[in-house]
T-cell receptor, first 117, second 112 residues
Framework: AQKVTQAQTEISVVEKEDVTLDCVYETRDTTYYLFWYKQPPSGELVFLIRRNSFDEQNEISGRYSWNFQKSTSSFNFTITASQVVDSAVYFCALSESRMDSSYKLIFGSGTRLLVRP | EAQVTQNPRYLITVTGKKLTVTCSQNMNHEYMSWYRQDPGLGLRQIYYSMNVEVTDKGDVPEGYKVSRKEKRNFPLILESPSPNQTSLYFC???????????FGPGTRLLVL
C-alpha cells in the first residue's frame, strides 16, 4: 500500500535560516508522482511542485529546492533564507500510476512551519 | 479566471439532516476529487471521478455520496451527517493522472 510520512509535525525557525522539510514515501509501483503543496494560514492549498518517478533531477525554484532520492524513498523540500511569508503547513503527496487508470492521491500529515521575525 | 468553486464555505448543521456541498470547475478537467482535512491526519481522499458518470471510492468514503452528471460539477452529498464528519472539505480537479490538482477554497462543516 502507498504511504507518505512527514515525521516533522512542527518546525520553528528564525527568519533567514534554511529549513528542510522531510518526506518519505512507500509504494510498490515503479511509476508514480510526488507533489508538494503549501497551505498558508488563509487555508487554500497551493501547488508547489510535481515530480515523476523517472526524473531524479533535483529542482530549484528561487529559494525553494527539492531533493528526490529513490534509493531512500525521499522527496525533501528545502527553503533557503526563510521568510515570514513561508509560514504555512506543507504537504507532501504521492500518486501512483495504475493500469486501471484509477486516480488516488495520498497525502502526508503535513509539517507546520513557523518562521519568526 | 481558472478556478474551482465550492459552496457553501461554512456550514453548521445537525445530525441526520441531509446536505450537499457543491463543487464546480471551469477548466474542463476530467478528474475531480473530494478530500477531508483533519488535524494530524492531513488530507484524505473521499471520492474521485475520472469522467462523467465515472466515480470511485477513495480512502474514507463511508457516509458520503457523489455524482458526476456534468463534467464541471462534482457535488458531495452527506445523506445523514454525523458529528464525526465535522471537518474541512476540499474539492479538487486536474487534467489527468499524475498532474497537479487545483483545489477549491474549502468548506468548513460542523455537525452538531
Amino acid at each position: 500500500a502507498q504511504k507518505v510520512t512527514q515525521a516533522q509535525t512542527e518546525i520553528s525557525v528564525v527568519e533567514k535560516e534554511d529549513v528542510t522539510l522531510d518526506c518519505v514515501y512507500e509504494t510498490r509501483d515503479t511509476t508514480y508522482y510526488l507533489f508538494w503543496y503549501k497551505q498558508p494560514p488563509s487555508g487554500e492549498l497551493v501547488f508547489l511542485i510535481r515530480r515523476n518517478s523517472f526524473d531524479e533531477q533535483n529542482e530549484i525554484s528561487g529559494r525553494y529546492s527539492w531533493n528526490f532520492q529513490k534509493s531512500t524513498s525521499s522527496f525533501n523540500f528545502t527553503i533557503t533564507a526563510s521568510q515570514v511569508v513561508d509560514s504555512a503547513v506543507y504537504f507532501c503527496a504521492l500518486s501512483e500510476s495504475r493500469m486501471d487508470s484509477s486516480y488516488k492521491l495520498i497525502f502526508g500529515s503535513g509539517t507546520r512551519l513557523l518562521v519568526r521575525p | 479566471e481558472a478556478q474551482v468553486t465550492q459552496n457553501p464555505r461554512y456550514l453548521i448543521t445537525v445530525t441526520g439532516k441531509k446536505l450537499t456541498v457543491t463543487c464546480s470547475q471551469n477548466m474542463n478537467h476530467e478528474y475531480m476529487s473530494w478530500y477531508r482535512q483533519d488535524p494530524g491526519l492531513g488530507l484524505r481522499q473521499i471520492y474521485y471521478s475520472m469522467n462523467v458518470e465515472v466515480t470511485d471510492k477513495g480512502d474514507v468514503p463511508e457516509g458520503y455520496k457523489v455524482s458526476r452528471k456534468e463534467k464541471r460539477n462534482f457535488p458531495l452529498i452527506l445523506e445523514s451527517p454525523s458529528p464525526n464528519q465535522t471537518s474541512l472539505y476540499f474539492c479538487a480537479s486536474s487534467l489527468g493522472l499524475g498532474v497537479a490538482q487545483y483545489f477549491g477554497p474549502g468548506t468548513r462543516l460542523l455537525v452538531l
